[in-house]
């Protein structure tokens, strides 16, 4: 068992290490300091590699000094021990993987002992430091056998002073690190939980005195045309004179001086913003060692309520971004970082929040050169202190506030558990500890513009403690902290130093409720900004109400936007190299597929909401007014003539009718017409104006020409789908004969079998060919998507998962060569009341072709529908499919910014939209018709259209996309109407308008047979 025993002891944080400081890479030359890569400084010795490896299913069994153990194998550090086959992946969101017992932790506590021999010649009057960039939970370390130290917080980085410890010659590090400790119950965020030395280990030679941290500083006046940059500096020996030069952006040196500190004014400043993020350079040379820090002059402020970078208001279109790969787990790269941060310049995306730790110390900078805004985010989160046992009536006791007294009172118990940390004395220095830890790495980076004392950790003095610390230490920049929300019964809240109103998952009605209600005063008694840190679950099929939350952003000066919950899918591969989620791994307890929720894919494949996210987010927009095209400006900071070009193309009927290429002026959040002249709109046809934005001139992670989205104004008059049906075939004499529970109805080409028991047609043939492989149906179920998880349960109580239909009565008739049947049908279900009551009308024509008028009645009392509609079994699986709608990928009712209406062919399999757990996928909103190799489908209205190798019912019941079995057919189905996508897998019910809701419908369809 080790001697020591700090892992368990909350006052007991750190042992044997520096004290917080800013992140910077000391050099031994100015050329070293200016290159910027920290593995070409002489000063630097990176101890990544190959760690000798030793495992211990408990700490309890580690010998007293863990540098006596056996090493029997080898490691990479960094990495995580389970990627590594150690342990197993456990996925759990809220409830803590080990009993609630503070401080303590399981005796069964995995530990994995490292040991990594090196050469070093020390020199005298040198110091040496060894940092860890990031160790999860906690570890010892030992150098040569002699205990050196401890720490913990998992994503900061833990210094030791190694000098007089190390000999000449060869010297071995050994760490013992634990999966858990007294820490681990601060660091319970939303994401699969690894271990180990995940983050670089490296040695820093530095000189006996020395500059020890540096805090730089801005001041603007006269209108931000003057800023004055100040060093604070701090020391450790005697303080010692730095000599200071700073470079503008170009390269030219500004100022240099020697003192202590510096301070040095600066005319014109070239002012850091995302979207023109030029920084200048500090060089310092202090004792023989050079220092060099970028820094971007910015103000950031709240001035009457609203959130100012410069003096200009800026709304957040932001992610939330955890360090994740399916294959490296925490241990992320810059490369993979730059794989991130590409793909987020390319969708438009401006903002991140480090979700819920700080990210390797690196990653900030890289925000900062690329020109991202960051709300720096402490490692702390303990919500699964809400799981301890309350009596509760219902999930919903922590929002509501009830009149009844007992529900309140179990209602404010809830809540006193989810403040646990926030107010229990003995961790107080862990909170203060490791906000400290955030700040003090970070402050020096220009894209932090906001720091957040952490994540779901409710509320009380140890946070109050936190937030007036930051205060204290960097009044410059604002505090977030949506925990703030939550009243303890036993403390009355101080958000005296607490800048944002900040909610998760509020819908958008509740921000204009806020605003409308008169919002939150800050100091200044003015509102203070409405901040939505986590929004829109980007869970499987979803991100359905992105641009309802755009519209809102902008309807409120205040709103300050948000951010994006999350970035990418966490599925580490299985043993079977497949992706996995939680519960694949033998973890229990685990939150299933709930870390599947990104916007991109755990290999960074972008998913449709990210693509919706894009173009939502596109920083022009074009409407028609009073017959011109006007345009406006989402930028905060750049002219439209300074960043993209426009190309311009009119169209009819898919045919190009005039097209042009154009620049035009138009300032941050202003207006302009652009000067396209277009003919007057064919009646009849679909005319459409494409406009596309494409970037200008390259930047450092994007081409010249990149597409930034687009917009489609839809001219059309009317659309005729007459010119794309099939014509009209030589009229046949139909000869319709009862038998039984059928009619058969047969002419020289066409022989159909009507079902009089389920009121539809079973059989379609052409000239002895099956047209469809199973009986047609009515269809409202859809295979639930990740936002359905909780009204596919009312669905299920309703019977909609095994509806089926049911003919009442049917009769038939022959008018002038037309065989009309009428039949009146219902949907229904078994042990359930009916669902829909069908009064339907079919019209055969001589020449083949059905048309069909529904009228569909439902209770009242039943949850809104999936989807209404047919659905068609194709016989050839791989038959190409003509489309005239919104595509080509897919689209819904509430998300359809990413598509284009326009005229597209595909296939079942392309048009399959593959999610990790199988869901509705590959609709097609917005369809004025399907053109499949037999006939054509169209209706009075446009429709829903969508085709997939895979039944519903096989997407329904199938655990992962790769289980999936095709059906043999393609599946076609047309919706007179199907509901809309939402975020309801952690957010708002998907609000009214998009739910296939009401009493009663109309529905008028066509199959014209080719």
């Known amino acids: 068992m080790l001697k020591q025993q700090f892992h368990q002891n909350p006052e007991i944080l750190h042992v044997g290490t520096t004290p917080h400081r800013a992140y910077f890479i000391p050099c031994a030359t100015e050329t070293e300091a200016l290159g910027g890569r920290r593995e070409d400084s002489s000063r630097f010795t990176l101890l990544d590699g190959l760690w000798d490896f030793a495992w211990f299913d408990s700490a309890e069994d580690l010998p007293e000094n863990p540098s006596d153990c056996t090493f029997d194998a080898a490691i990479p550090v960094p990495s995580c021990w389970q990627a590594q086959g150690y342990d197993h992946q456990h996925y759990t969101n809220i409830n803590y993987p080990f009993p609630f017992d503070p401080p303590y932790v399981p005796h069964d506590n995995p530990c994995g002992v490292y040991r990594r021999t090196f050469d070093l010649a020390p020199q005298d009057g040198r110091r040496y430091f060894l940092n ?42 050994v760490a013992a690190v634990l999966k858990w400790c007294d820490g681990s119950y601060l660091e319970d965020q939303d994401k699969f939980r690894m271990s180990g030395i995940f983050d670089d280990v490296y040695l820093l030679e530095r000189p006996e005195n020395r500059l020890a941290d540096f805090f730089i500083r801005t001041e603007f006046s006269d209108g931000l045309k003057s800023a004055a940059i100040s060093v604070e ?28 500190s ?11 913003n995302a979207e023109n993020p030029q920084q200048y350079t500090l060089l310092m040379e202090c004792n023989g060692e050079f220092i060099a820090q970028k820094t971007g002059l910015r103000q950031v402020e709240i001035s009457d309520g609203i959130f100012k970078i410069n003096g200009k208001p800026v ?41 819920h730790y700080p990210n390797s110390p690196w990653f900030n900078e890289l925000c900062s050169e690329y020109g991202f805004y960051v709300i720096g985010e402490s490692d702390i989160e303990s919500h699964g202190s809400s799981m301890v046992y309350v009596k509760s009536p219902e999930p919903s006791i922590f929002l509501n506030v009830s009149n009844d007294l007992e529900t309140e009172r179990m209602r404010l118990q809830a809540i006193d558990n989810v403040c646990y940390f926030a107010r229990d004395p003995s961790y107080r220095n862990a909170v203060l500890d490791r906000t400290r830890a955030n700040i003090k790495r970070d402050k020096n980076r220009s894209a932090v513009v906001i720091w957040s004392l952490g994540n779901e950790s409710g509320f009380g003095e140890n946070f109050e403690a936190a937030a007036a610390w930051i205060k204290s230490h960097d ?43 008169g919002g939150v005063s800050g100091r200044n008694g003015a509102k203070k900004p409405f901040v939505l840190c986590e929004y829109s679950h980007a869970m499987g099929n979803s991100n359905g109400d992105l641009e309802d939350y755009f519209q809102t952003f902008e309807r409120h000066p205040g709103s300050c936007g948000g951010f994006v919950w999350e970035w990418c899918d966490h599925a580490p591969a299985r043993a079977d190299g497949k992706p996995g989620y939680g519960g694949d791994f033998g973890d229990t307890p685990n939150d299933g597929n709930f870390c599947v929720d990104g916007l991109v894919s755990p290999d960074r494949v972008p998913h449709s909401g990210l693509k919706e996210l894009k173009n939502v987010n596109r920083p022009a927009r074009a409407r028609l007014s009073d017959g011109q095209i006007r345009i406006t400006n989402y930028l905060d900071f750049t002219d439209l003539q300074d960043y993209l070009s426009i190309s311009w193309r009119y169209s009819e009927n898919g045919e190009t009718v005039s097209e042009g290429r154009l620049k035009t002026a138009c300032a941050p959040a202003q207006s302009a017409v652009l000067p396209i002249s277009l003919p007057q709109p064919s009646d009849g046809k679909l005319c459409l104006l494409d406009l596309e934005y494409t970037l200008d001139r390259a930047t450092a992670l994007l081409p010249q020409g990149h597409s930034l989205g687009f917009d489609q104004i839809d001219l059309t008059r009317r659309f005729d789908t007459g010119p794309f049906m099939p014509p009209r075939r030589a009229p046949e004499t139909w000869q319709v004969r009862e038998n039984g529970r059928y009619l058969e109805l047969a002419s020289p080409v066409f022989a159909y079998t009507f079902d009089r028991q389920k009121g539809i047609f079973s059989r379609l ?17 859809r295979a639930p998507t990740d936002n359905d998880r909780l009204v596919r349960v009312l669905w299920q109580n309703a019977g909609y998962r095994q509806a089926y239909s049911r003919a ?45 008028a529904v009228h569909g009645e439902k209770a009242p009392e039943l949850p809104y529908l999936p989807r209404f509609g047919l659905r068609f079994f194709l016989p050839d699986a791989g038959a190409e499919v003509g489309y005239c709608g919104y595509g080509s990928g897919e689209s819904y009712e509430d998300k359809h910014h990413a598509a284009k209406l326009g005229f597209y062919r595909t296939t079942a399999a392309a048009n399959h ?63 007179y109407r199907m509901s809309g996508i939402g975020t309801n897998s952690c957010g708002p019910n998907l609000n009214d308008k998009y739910r296939f809701n009401g009493t009663s419908f109309d529905w008028h369809f066509e199959i014209r047979m080719k």
């Open 132 to 173: 860890f960039e990031g160790v999860d939970s906690c570890f010892y370390l030992w150098l040569n056998g002699e205990f050196v130290g401890y720490s913990q917080v998992s994503h900061s980085t833990s210094e030791f002073d190694l000098t007089g410890r190390l000999k000449n010659g060869a010297n071995t590090l």
């Open 233 to 260: 500096t701090e020391f450790e020996g005697t303080p010692q004179p730095v000599s200071f030069q700073l470079y503008a952006p170009d390269g030219t040196l500004l100022h240099a001086q020697t003192d202590t």
């Open 262 to 272: 510096f301070r040095a004014k600066i005319a014109d400043p070239v002012l850091w």
């Open 315 to 355: 709304k957040f279109r932001g992610v939330n971004r955890h360090s994740s790969d399916p294959q490296t787990g925490y241990t992320i790269s810059r490369a993979q970082a730059e794989t991130d941060l590409r793909l987020m310049k390319e969708h438009n995306i401006n903002a991140i929040r480090t979700a």
């Open 475 to 517: 009044p410059g920049r604002p505090v977030h902290y949506e925990g703030s929300i939550y009243q303890h019964s036993g403390h009355t809240n101080d958000l005296g130093n607490i800048d944002f109103y900040s909610e998760m998952y509020a819908a958008p009605e509740d921000i204009d409720r806020y605003y409308s209600e």
């Open 765 to 781: 043939k052409k000239d002895g060919r099956d047209l469809i492989a199973e009986p047609l149906d009515f269809n409202i179920w």
């Open 808 to 852: 009442y009565e049917t009769a038939y008739e022959v008018q002038g060569g037309t065989v009309v049947i009428r039949a009146k049908t219902g949907i229904v279900a078994t042990s359930r009341a009916r669902i829909l009551t069908l009064d339907t009308e079919y019209r055969i024509a001589p020449d083949g072709s059905i048309s069909l």
């Open 913 to 975: 939209t593959d999610y990790l757990k199988p869901q509705e996928n590959g609709s097609h909103y917005g369809t004025r018709f399907a053109d499949t190799p037999d006939f054509t489908l169209s209706a009075a209205k446009p429709f829903s259209f969508s085709l997939s190798p895979y039944t519903q019912e096989a997407l329904t019941d199938t655990a992962h996309g790769y289980e999936l079995t095709e059906s043999g057919s393609a599946v076609l189905c047309a919706d």
